[in-house]
């Protein structure tokens, strides 16, 4: 399940978030849109091969930690299990510092792990090859030099990384109905929830061969309707007596979203949202997917507490214009039956096609609450727009100079759509054609 897994590790600036942004084609402002949410590109998905359509997930470890915590604190919980479940790691140095010591450091870390390393040397445009033999003293192989900013020794770093890839066997007779991610930091009540939706319901659980990073897929049937849960807490894990310590994977999360047409993320109402909540969230706005906020544990306050915590997800999630937010005690069951009718209502509007000229009466409506805005002493101007995609519900719009379109009007528009189109706890993605 899920594709092969590249992680990118290596101290900071030494071109890992280049080398990302290389391998991925994507030049995309690594800049917060919302405060207090990092919204970091972390990972992505990418043809590395394109005769053999070989798929993988890059990810850039350096995307969740802060420059500062990897020199003090050594490598965190959250690299160290992504670096765990990767098929491949490329180790990133900047070949003109040669080996200093957080390298040694992190160099030690790898060794430990038994995995296919790359050595990666970086920033080696125009360096005498020979120069770069300390390198094997790391002990991690030979290292092959690149340049991530101007795109050289990228290919000779894809072939030496394909043959170490697994083959994906993709099991998708499994995946039925609507899928639901239930998505959570460790200990909110995943698994409650999840066994308590599946209470008295008779359910073989399919353990995929288990790999740590795969999640378990759980088909239910529920008033005629298929269903398929996917759990990343793994009860079954759980009850078993090997129980381990469940470490926040960032790998079976993104793996989980690929799959999902409707994310649960689920929030303690007794913690508020922290850190790791903020970064989970940002992983699912990125992917675009159906969201309901889910507050567990409800029934541990009193009522003074509960205004309190309402008040604060009010600012902290005004942000998001499309999910909803309810609040539940999984342990007693109270709300759970209620998410039911907001996951069905979101499958269907996800799956809905536009007509062409309902989406333009919008347009113009659009336009008319809130003319485009000027650019650089141009008037944008948006011709028509129609649907290009479902999953997620994907608006072209054509025009001129769109490329300029600020963030603020996007969000406008998009809020425009959500509204006069009814949806619920549905984004949309949007695309410009423009003209020039
Ligand atoms: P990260 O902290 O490891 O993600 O490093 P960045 O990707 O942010 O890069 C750090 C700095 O190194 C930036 O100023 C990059 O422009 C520069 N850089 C990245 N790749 C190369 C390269 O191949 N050659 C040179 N000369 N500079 C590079
Ligand atoms: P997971 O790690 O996210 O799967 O979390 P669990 O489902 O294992 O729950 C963690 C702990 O929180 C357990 O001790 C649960 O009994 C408790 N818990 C889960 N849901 C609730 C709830 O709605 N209210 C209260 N008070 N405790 C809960």
């Not at 690299?79 to 990767?86: D, G, K, Q, T, V």
């Not at 005498?128 to 050289?152: D, M, R, V, Y």
């Not at 129980?243 to 926040?248: C, P, S, V, W």
């Not at 979203?257 to 699912?284: F, N, P, Y």
Request: charged content about 20%; glycine content about 6%.
């Amino acid at each position: 399940m899920g594709l092969p897994i590249i992680c990118l590790i290596g101290r900071p600036n030494v071109g890992k978030s280049t080398l990302f942004n290389r391998l991925s084609h994507s030049r995309q402002a690594l800049v917060s849109d919302f405060a207090g949410l990092t919204r970091d590109r972390q990972y992505a998905k990418v043809l590395l091969n394109d005769d053999t359509q070989t798929f993988t997930t890059i990810i850039d470890t350096g995307g969740f930690t802060n420059k500062v915590n990897l020199v003090d604190s050594g490598i965190q919980d959250q690299i160290l299990s992504a670096l765990e479940e990767s098929d491949v790691i490329y180790f990133i140095l900047n070949s003109r510092d040669g080996v200093i010591s957080l390298d040694l450091e992190i160099a030690s870390h790898l060794r430990r792990l038994k995995k296919n390393i790359i050595l990666v040397c970086n920033k080696a445009e125009g360096l005498n090859p020979t120069l770069t033999t300390e390198f094997f003293e790391l002990g991690l192989g030979k290292p092959i030099l690149i340049s991530a900013e101007h795109g050289q020794g990228i290919d000779n770093l894809i072939n030496t990384t394909l043959p170490l890839l697994p083959k994906v066997t993709v099991n998708e007779e499994v995946v039925e109905g609507i899928t639901i991610a239930v998505l959570g930091k460790p200990n909110v009540g995943k698994s409650t929830l999840i066994n308590h939706i599946l209470r008295e319901k008779r359910v073989i659980a399919i353990d995929l061969p288990g790999t740590t990073r795969d999640s378990i897929y759980i088909p239910f049937e529920r008033k005629g309707q298929q269903y398929t849960l996917i759990d990343t807490a793994g009860i079954r894990r759980k009850n078993s007596t090997h129980e381990k310590i469940e470490i926040f994977s960032i790998i079976k999360t993104i793996n989980a979203l690929e799959r999902a047409h409707v994310v649960i993320l689920v929030l303690d109402a007794q913690t508020g949202v922290t850190k790791q909540d903020a970064s989970l969230l940002g992983m699912i706005l990125d992917k675009d997917k159906a969201l309901l906020i889910v507050i567990n544990k409800w029934d541990g306050l009193d009522d003074y507490q509960k205004q309190e915590v309402k008040r604060k997800l009010e600012v902290k999630l005004s942000f998001i214009s499309y999910t909803s937010v309810h609040y539940i005690s999984a342990l007693h069951g109270s709300g759970v039956d209620k998410l039911f009718t907001p996951i069905n209502q979101s499958y269907q509007d996800a799956c809905k096609q536009h007509s062409t000229s309902i989406l333009n009466k919008i347009l113009d409506k659009a336009n008319h609450g809130h003319q485009p805005p000027l650019v650089k002493g141009r008037r944008l101007k948006i011709k028509y727009v129609n649907q290009t995609n479902i999953f997620p519900l994907t608006l072209a719009f054509h025009g001129n100079h769109l490329q300029n379109v600020p963030n603020a009007y996007e969000r406008y528009l998009k809020k425009f759509f959500i509204n006069s189109l009814k949806l619920t706890n549905i984004p949309i993605k949007i695309e410009y054609k423009s003209g020039n």
